[in-house]
């Protein structure tokens, strides 16, 4: 019993980090408060309504009459993420940013609701506040982009008709954990216990990391989300994120991705779209990224060298040559380059 319970412990902890979650591991040492690793977009949109009443922090920057890009951050991580970002894109675009429902400024999920599916809805409601009379592009990272699936298959008329093409960053449609798990993912098959069970250990680990002097966090997130070359200041920010979010969005949000499958709605995104995938991503390698793009119907593939799981702080600018591009052609009108995925810049 005390090897299957091991076991089971070592897998959870996988699980964890497999899902794009960065946290303490089980010891780490209590980092002074974080400073902002950039600045956020100067106007503060304030609160939007999502359709259950769940309050999103809305902020943006660039013209108000440009055509709007709308950025999706990942797991446990906030809208900061974009910061070395959004200065690029905004001046041709008017951008937009927005913590996720129970992260960063947002407030707490209305009825406890951290499905993917309402994130999904999320999206669609910061859409309709900001940009309810232009076409958007609309970007997600990892948990992000997830949430733009579930968004195609809920409200898949907005496809074309409001959202002129996606970016798909750090995605996957289904098996999030087969790559960076391997084997390890049987251990969190319901055999051994569930996916939600999973999540609740992990998050009384990542309390309970809180009490120690020990840190070894830093080096397990830089090897499971960053490449070689990550800044030692940008790995403390991403696992700073972690630590502050809310335990739900860990024993309720964690279990859904592990689980999610949203292959069906993938040829639901009938517009352009380009998925980029960092060349050292061990949460969704890059085989999950190119069956993603040849599963899209007007699907591109777009790789990152030298970065991993986060490349909007690990490789800004290259990431801003890939994107910039794309998204100036779908919001002109123009069809994709190619209608097959091909890679770009992969090493």
């Given amino acids: 019993m005390r090897r299957r319970a091991a076991l089971l412990s070592a897998g959870i902890a996988a699980g964890a980090v497999a899902a794009g979650v960065v946290t303490r591991a089980v010891v780490r040492h209590r980092l002074a408060p974080t400073a902002p690793i950039g600045d956020l977009p100067p106007e503060d949109l304030g609160m939007v309504a999502s359709f259950d009443g769940t309050e999103l922090a809305v902020r943006a920057a660039g013209d108000v009459a440009a055509p709007v890009v709308i950025l999706s951050h990942g797991f446990s991580l906030d809208s900061s993420v974009w910061c070395e970002l959004w200065p690029e894109l905004a001046r041709e675009f008017r951008v937009v940013v927005f913590d996720h429902r129970s992260h960063g400024a947002s407030g707490t999920a209305a009825h406890g609701d951290l499905s993917l599916r309402a994130m999904g809805r999320d999206i669609a409601a910061v859409l309709a506040a900001t940009s309810s009379e232009r076409p958007a592009v609309v970007i997600g990272h990892s948990m992000g982009a997830v949430a733009i699936l579930a968004m195609a298959e809920q409200r898949p008329e907005l496809f074309g008709r409001q959202i002129a093409g996606v970016v798909l960053i750090g995605a996957a449609s289904s098996g999030l954990l087969r790559g960076a798990m391997g084997s390890v993912t049987e251990l ?152 097959r995925p091909r890679q770009e810049g992969a090493a």
């Fill in 188 to 339: 969190l098959r319901p055999r051994l216990g569930t996916f939600k069970t999973a999540a609740e250990r992990v998050d009384r680990l990542r309390r309970f990391a809180g009490s120690s002097p020990v840190d070894v966090s830093a080096v397990v997130a830089r090897v499971t989300q960053f490449g070689p070359d990550a800044p030692s200041h940008v790995v403390d920010h991403v696992v700073k994120l972690a630590e502050q979010t809310a335990s739900e969005v860990w024993t309720d949000t964690l279990p859904e991705l592990m689980e999610m499958d949203l292959r069906h709605a993938v040829p639901r995104i009938h517009v352009p779209a380009l998925v980029i995938v960092g060349q050292h991503d061990r949460v969704t390698p890059p085989a999950a990224a190119v069956q993603l793009a040849g599963a899209l119907p007007e699907g591109r593939l777009a790789v990152i060298a030298g970065a991993g799981h986060i490349p909007m702080l690990e490789r800004p600018l290259d990431l801003d040559r890939e994107m910039r591009p794309f998204v100036r052609d779908a919001l002109g009108g123009r069809p994709p380059e190619r209608r």
